[in-house]
């Protein structure tokens, strides 16, 4: 089973998806991603769970061993909201995520 | 209300306008056709990941579901009556959390106190189970199966620390009520200890807790709807009582990406407490947050203004220059004039405007060089979403 070996940032580690949506665009994301979805980015900074809030995703992974401030952090776990980090790149975090059945 | 008592919930709303009468929620959760959480890993994997997905589809289709009054749940889990997605449900039991549901502050006892001691605590408490604390950190749990067991073995004035649970499960006081509930579902415990962000204990959740708050909440709504149709049945139709207009203003600085956001939460707080529907939530959101990230990124300051009223949200964003150049060009996908920081930080996709126009049900926007511009949208928080033309050329 493919894997993508991540770090929780939050509190909160475990969450529910129901895709997966890639982009460091955040307006693309409020266009194109749904809600419940898993969101790759590199994007660390406070908007992305301002974002998230906006579209209800629940879950981001931040790749090539991106971790926002404390207090982007500190954000998220109010928010509910989980965060995770992963050394590796977007492609291939999508690649293992879509070998693993996440589509 | 304690353990063993299946979630099962009932509650009469009537509701004319929607033609729904009695509203039946299911949260089979301790008689195991609640679909089950997968145990978690060490580490987050993708497969865990993907487990949980499908958990909670399944969870969604089979533990929530309204069914009509004759609808008597079949071994899969899906109610025989007409099953009806209700809103009302769906919004309490994810929007609720923990916090809103558990015990506070808990009653907890220390590691050298008697299983005695303890059994005398839960007695005039009225509670089936508590928390062991050692320096204020919880280390283990001490139920009434414990005292049982100790009082049928002779140990009962033993200390807590020799007899208790250790391997502690707690949960944490932002999960959902859907979330615990799969929880109880998975671990069969009676009760869980809850912590707060910082890892504190902060109260205890049992089954009869979570029936509680649901109950309360949903009965609160029930009220609500009757009074609407008492209002209406009298000739008082009036929605103002129950939904009085608000109005959320904000200034909004020039290259503050930090407070983006903030106006737009606290609308959707607001049309979440209105149980305005999900998807027309997230478009007024997405209407707010890109007219606020707008202002932040092209202009030189302005103002964001939110005006909930019971039929509409009406967004205006204004501000005081440069001045769109051009705004047709600006209205197309991909065409953007955001600067290098902008765009670094992920904004300028050039997608703002059209997100903008997608999401309104009246959107307009005029704007004049050296004087500013002015953004009006107007989301109906009663209507389908009829989406005006792409805006691709």
Known sequence: MATVKAEPLTNEAEADLTGCYISDLLSDVLAHASPGMLWVTIQIHRNVISCALTKDIGTVLFTCGRKPDPAVVAEADAEGIVLLTTKQTTYEAAGKLWEAGLR | MDVGISLIVMIAITQKETGIRLAAVLLNAANGRCSRMPEPGPELTASAAVAHNAAAIRLDDSAITMTMSDGSPTETGMPAGKPLKVSVAQVLIYELRVRDAMTRP?????????????????????????????????????????????????????????????NLVTLRDHFSLVRAVAEFDRHGFGRFPVLNSA?????????????????????????????????????????????????????????????AGKV?????????????????????????????????????????????????VVIEATDRGPGIENIELAMQEGWSTAGPLARELGFGAGMGLPNIRKCSDKFEIKSEMGAGTRLYSEVLLHKAVQPPQEARS
Do not use: F
């Open chain 2, 106 to 166: 808990p009653v907890t006892a220390g590691p050298g106190d008697s299983l005695r001691t303890i059994q005398h605590l839960m007695k005039s408490h009225r509670i089936s189970g508590m928390p062991i604390l050692q320096d204020g950190v919880p280390v283990g749990l001490v139920s009434i199966e414990d005292i049982i067991n100790a009082l049928d073995q002779g140990h009962v004035n033993e200390p807590a620390a020799r007899w208790m649970t250790r």
């Open chain 2, 199 to 259: 890892g504190e204990l902060v109260g205890v959740i049992t089954r009869g807790d979570i029936t509680s708050c649901l109950m309360q909440h949903l009965e609160k709504r029930a009220e609500e709807v009757a009074a609407r149709e008492a209002a209406q049945t009298t000739g008082q139709a009036n929605d103002s009582e129950l939904a009085e207009p608000v109005v959320l203003r904000a200034e909004v600085k020039a290259g503050d990406y930090d407070s």
């Open chain 2, 264 to 312: 737009s939460q606290r609308m959707r707080q607001i049309l979440r407490m209105r149980g305005v529907d999900p998807d027309i939530q997230r478009r007024a959101a997405i209407v707010a947050y890109e007219a606020e990230t707008n202002i932040i990124i092209h202009s030189i300051g302005g103002d964001l203004s939110v005006a909930v009223t019971p039929g509409k």
